[in-house]
């Protein structure tokens, strides 16, 4: 069995089972992953935090470690802890949950609802659907990300703040699309799995642009993944890729890899080239 292939073993085998004890049954939990309860200052909302550090931390005192954040943090913590374990140990992983205090009735709707509102960077063209569900705060979320998420974890832990990374999957991809056009020095690192582009990449492009007067020059670098069975959000991905590569910013970098597959089974291979491409980038590490 190739490396890839049995950190995907290991992601499914680190899940929660049940634990037979004399008939009586007890949840697997992962050990090395802190759960830190943290609140938007701006709406109050309650969020949580999956935090990992590397081996060795508590003794190494006097070294910082690069950081990577992602976002619908429950769905990809055992991916992304498995993969940094065998490819990238010395990186602190902090996943970002959604909404904790979300109302009943929206609830119903499934523990993931927010990411709709806190993801998406467009209103929706139904009423109905917009009044519900509120889409089109990314730019909310992303304040959250910046003034609460990023103090926290630089304040309370030994952090590089010039070697973030951001990780996010299908809407949580487009909103990593979202920050590097309009704040793009939030992270150094990005990496887009299926980003969920649809009819946002001329929006994104004119933020960019926007955005590319206030920083000068958009300096990142950018992993993008998509399924080879995702045609049309291959498609959306491809216009998005040409638009970052014709803009001409010298420090930015692109790298596009279509993964074999459909939307759901392009995300396990994401998740370890995206560790992989990430580790051996230059500067990677702890100082």
Not at 128 to 154: C, M, P, W
Not at 193 to 200: F, I, V, Y
Not at 217 to 240: C, K, M, P, Q, R
């Amino acid at each position: 069995m190739n490396i890839s292939k049995a950190l995907v073993v290991v992601g499914l085998f680190l899940q929660p089972f049940l634990v037979l004890n004399g008939g009586e049954s007890n949840n697997l939990t992962l050990t090395k992953i802190q759960v830190v309860a943290i609140e938007d200052s701006q709406s109050d909302k309650q969020y949580e935090l999956y935090i990992k550090l590397p081996e060795g931390y508590s003794e190494n005192k006097d070294k910082t470690y690069p950081v990577i954040y992602y976002t619908d943090g429950i769905w990809h913590v055992e991916l992304l802890s498995a993969a940094s374990e065998y490819i990238m140990e010395d990186v602190i992983l902090v996943g970002i949950s959604w909404q904790k205090d979300i109302n009943q009735e929206l609830k119903k709707h499934g523990e993931h609802i927010s990411r709709l509102r806190d993801y998406s960077v467009n209103k929706s063209t139904n009423p109905e659907h917009q009044a519900k569900y509120q889409f089109g705060q990314a730019s909310n979320h992303l304040a959250f990300i910046r003034n609460d998420v990023i103090s926290t974890i630089e304040k309370r832990y030994r952090t590089d703040p010039d070697n973030r990374s951001y990780f996010g999957y299908s809407l949580g991809g487009l909103f990593g699309a979202y920050i590097l056009m309009a704040e793009p020095q939030t992270f150094k690192n990005y990496i887009l799995g299926s980003p969920d582009l649809k009819g946002d990449v001329p929006y994104l492009s004119a933020l960019g642009a926007k955005s590319a007067l206030n920083h000068n020059d958009l300096s990142a670098n950018v992993f993008i993944t998509y399924g080879s069975l995702e045609t049309e959000l291959g498609a959306h991905a491809e216009e998005f890729i040409s638009t970052l590569k014709h803009s001409k910013h010298e420090n930015l970098t692109v790298q596009r890899t279509v993964i074999e597959g459909s939307h759901q089974s392009a995300f396990p291979m994401t998740g370890v080239r995206g560790i992989t491409w990430l580790a051996n980038l230059p500067s990677q590490g702890g100082k």
